[in-house]
C-alpha cells in the first residue's frame, strides 16, 4: 500500500507524521503532572509508528503512472477492516454496559470499568468507530465510482482515515482514564476536538476536490447526503466543543455555553448528530448499494429531491424536542416539535424511495441476505423515523422521557437502520474491493443476517416494554394522591428487562463477528485468486478518452 | 449520461441520468406524500397559532390558548395538594398520638410513607429498614435517639452529625488511637461488653471479663449506662441488646473501640417538607410491626 504512494507522497507522511509526533511530545512534556501528558505519549507513539510503517516501504520504486488510470482504493479496504474492528469493540463493550445494569458487580471494582467510562466508550465506538470509518470507507468509493473521477491526491484519503481514527483512539482511551467534557457523544475535550476539526475539514476539501474534478454533468443523490453528512458534521462539531481549557498543559476544559444555552446547544448537536450522522450519511451509502444491488433504477428522482431538502431542513429545528418540560423556554420546545412532526414526511418518502427501488427486484431480496440486510434497514430507518417524531409530541414525550424507551428507540435506529444498511453495503463492496467474485461464505451471511435481525427485535422490544413500564410506573399515583410506586421498584420491575437486552445485544454483537470472520476469509481467498485479474472494467474516465466506460460493479 | 429510456418493470421513464449503472426514474412524487406534507405543515401551522411558537425579540408569540407551561405545572401541583388535603390537613393539625389512632389517616401515612422512605431512606437504612453495616436498624426496636414519633420525627428534621444548626450530634471517642486505653484494655473492655449481650466468648476472652469490667466503669459508664442500655438523649446505643450497628463480633468492637464512631445522617428540614418529616416519623414507627 505505502509502495502505491509516489515518493514525494511518502515524504509528506513522513513530514505530518513527525509533526505529529512532535506534537505529542510537545503534549507529554507540557501536561507530565496531568492525564492530558499519557495523551501525549499516546499521539507520539501513534506518530511514530506511522513513520516506521512509511520507512518500511520507503525505498520501493516509484509507483507506475498506470495507477492513475485507476480508482485510489486502498483507504477503504483499510477503512472497512477498521470499521469492522470497531464494530466488535464498540459491540463488546455495548452487551458489557448492557449487562452491568442487570448485574451491577460487573465494574469488577475497577475505575475505568464503571458505568460512566465504559457507556461512552460503547457509544463512541459503535457512532464513531464503526459507523464513522464505514462512512469515510464507503464514501470514498462512492464518490468515485459516481464522479468518475479518481481522488486527487494519494495523500489526503490517508490523512483523513488514519487521522480520524486518532481521534476515535484519544476518545477512547480518554473515557477509560476519566477524560470527558461530559456533553453526550461529544466527550472529547478540547485537544481531541481541534484534531477533529482539521481532520474534517481534510474531508471536506477531499470531496469538494474530487467533485469538482466529476466526469458526470449531474451529482448523485449519494454524493448529496454524504456532503451535507461532511458539511454540518464539522458545523456541529465546532460550535457544541466551544470551550476554553484550563491551561495547554491540562485536559480539562469548560464550555462556552451554560445553563439553558449549554442544553440547547448539546441537543442541537446531539439531534443533529442522528441527522447528520447516523442518518444523512448513511443515506448516501443506501442510496448507492441498494439500487446497484438490487440492480434497479431508483424509484424517484422527484422523491429523493424533497425528501432530501426536507431531511435537511426539518431536522436542524428538531433538536430541543429533547428538552420537553424542562426550563427550556415552551416557545422553543413547540418548534422543535412541530418541525419533528412534519420531519416525518421526507423520512418516510426516503424510505419508501427506496423500498420502491426494491419493485421488480423482491425475488433477489428473498435469496440474497445481502439486499435483504438493506431492505430491512430502510424498512427500520421508516420505524424508528415514526417513531421519533411520535415521540417528540410533547405529550407522548412526558411519559417517554428519561426512560428506556428512548435507549429502544435509539437501537431501533442503530441497530435496525444504520448497522443494517452498513453490513448489507459491505458485503456488496467487499468482493468488488478485494476484487473476487462474491464474499467467502453466503451462508454466514444469512446467518449474520438472522442473528441482526433477532437481535435487534428481542433488544426493541425489551426496551419497549421496560420503558412504558417505567414511565407509568413513575406516574402512578395512589389513591391517597401520592406516587404508587418508589423509584427502587421500577429498578426491580426493569431487571428481567435488561437481562432481555443484553441477550439481544450478544446475538448482534456475535453478527458482527460472523462478518469480521467473512470478510477476513474473503481478503485471504482473494489472496490466494490474486493473479486472476479482473475488475478492468472498473475505471475512472480518463483525460481525453472515450465517455462510456460501463462499470461491471 | 445515457438518455432516458422506459423501465420495462414499471413502464416509467427514466430521467436520463447515469451514474456507474445506476439510473433514476421519473416517478412523479406520489400524491400520498404531497398530502401528509400538506397536512402536517398545517398542523403545524395550527399549532403555531394556539401555542408560544416564535420568538420576537425579547417576547415570543404567545399563543391564542395562552397555555403557559410554568402555570399549567404550578396549577397541577395545586390541584394535587388540594386533593391530598383530606387527609394532609389532619396529619398536619393533630397530635401524633390523635393520628395513630385514626385508622383512615394511618392507611394514607403507610402507602405514602414507603414511597417517601424507598425514595429518600431506602439507600442507608434498606427498603424494609433493616440497616446494614453502619446503618442503624429502624425495625428492631432499638433505638440511639428514642422511637418515639415525635423523637424520630427530631431526628429526621435535623439529623446526627449533621448541617443543621441543633443537629443531633454524638461522638464515640477513640479510646485505642488516641492513647486513652492501652491495647490490653481495649481487648479486656471488648469482651466485657461481648458478654453483656450474651454472645458466646472464647476461653481468652472469658478470662479478660473482670478486668474489662473495670475499664468499663472508669471510661464507658457516662454514655452508655451502668447498665450498659445506653442513654437515648446522648445517642449512646444499648450494648446488650442483639442489635449492632458496627458489628458486634470481636473484631468489629474491638474497631470500634480503638478507632471511635461517628456516625452521619442528613438534616432533612428544607429537603422534606415539615408534613413529610412529620409523615416518615410515624412510617418508621410501623416497621417493626411485622416482627412484633
Known sequence: MIAALTVAERQRAIAISAALALCGLAMAIAGRDDLFGVHGVIVLLFGLGLIGLVMSQYFAPEPSEERLTRYYDDPTRVGIVLSLGWAVVGMFFGVWVAALLAWPDLTFDAAWASFGRIRPVHTSGVIFGFGGNALIATSFHVLQRTTRARLPDQFSPWFVLIGYNLFCVLAASGYFMGITQSKEYAEPEWYADLWLVIVWVTYFLLYIRTLQRRKEPHIYVANWYYMAFILVVAVLHIVNNLAVPVSFGEAKSYSLFSGVQDAMTQWWYGHNAVAFFLTSGFLGMMYYYLPKRAGRP???????????????????????????????????????????????????????????????????????????????????????????????IRAVNSLSHYTDWTIGHVHAGALGWVAMITFGSLYALVPWMWKVERMYS???IEVHFWLALSGTIIYVFAMWNSGIIQGLMWRTY???????????????????????????????????????????????????????????????????????????? | MADATRDPVTGTMTTGH????????DTPIPR?????????????IGYWLLMPAWPLGVTYTKGLLGIDQRKVVAEQVRDAAAERASWTAKLDKASFAEIAADPAVMR??????????????????????????????????SWLWGGSPEAIAQTIRVGINGTAKDTRTAQMMAFGRDGILQREQVLAVAAYVRSLSGQKLGEAEQARVPAGKEVYAANCVACHGENAKGQQDLGAPDLTDANWIYGGDLQSVVNSIHGGRQGHMPSWEGRLSPTDIKLLALYVGTLGEAKR
Open chain 1, 298 to 392: 431508483i424509484f424517484s428522482y422527484r422523491l429523493s429531491i424533497i425528501s432530501f431538502w426536507g431531511i435537511t431542513f426539518m431536522y436542524m429545528w428538531a433538536g430541543s424536542h429533547h428538552l420537553h418540560y424542562t426550563a427550556l423556554p415552551q416557545w422553543v420546545q413547540t418548534l422543535g416539535m412541530t418541525f419533528s412532526v412534519v420531519l416525518l414526511v421526507p423520512s418516510w418518502a426516503s424510505a419508501g424511495n427506496a423500498l420502491a427501488t426494491l419493485n421488480g427486484a423482491w425475488g433477489k431480496v428473498r435469496d440474497d441476505a445481502t439486499l435483504r440486510f438493506m431492505m430491512v434497514a430502510a424498512v427500520f430507518y421508516g420505524l424508528s423515523t415514526f417513531e421519533g417524531s411520535f415521540m417528540a
Open chain 1, 442 to 444: 453466503p451462508k454466514l
Open chain 1, 478 to 553: 395512589n389513591d391517597s394522591g401520592t406516587l404508587a410506586y418508589s423509584f427502587i421498584d421500577s429498578v426491580v420491575a426493569m431487571h428481567p428487562y435488561y437481562i432481555a437486552r443484553t441477550v439481544g445485544g450478544l446475538l448482534f454483537l456475535l453478527g458482527a463477528i460472523v462478518a469480521s470472520y467473512n470478510v477476513w476469509m474473503t481478503i485471504r481467498m482473494s489472496r490466494s485468486q490474486a493473479a486472476a485479474g479482473a475488475g478492468d472494467i472498473d475505471l475512472p474516465v480518463l483525460r481525453g478518452a472515450g465517455a462510456t466506460l460501463q462499470a461491471g460493479e
Open chain 2, 108 to 141: 394514607h401515612v403507610r402507602d405514602t410513607g414507603r414511597t417517601l422512605f424507598e425514595d429518600n431512606c431506602a439507600v442507608c437504612h434498606g427498603v424494609q429498614g433493616k440497616g446494614g453495616p453502619g446503618f442503624p436498624n429502624l425495625a428492631a426496636g
Open chain 2, 32 to 44: 400520498v406524500v404531497l398530502f401528509f406534507l400538506g397536512a402536517a405543515t398545517l398542523f403545524a
Open chain 2, 18 to 25: 447515469e451514474w456507474n449503472g445506476i439510473e433514476e426514474l
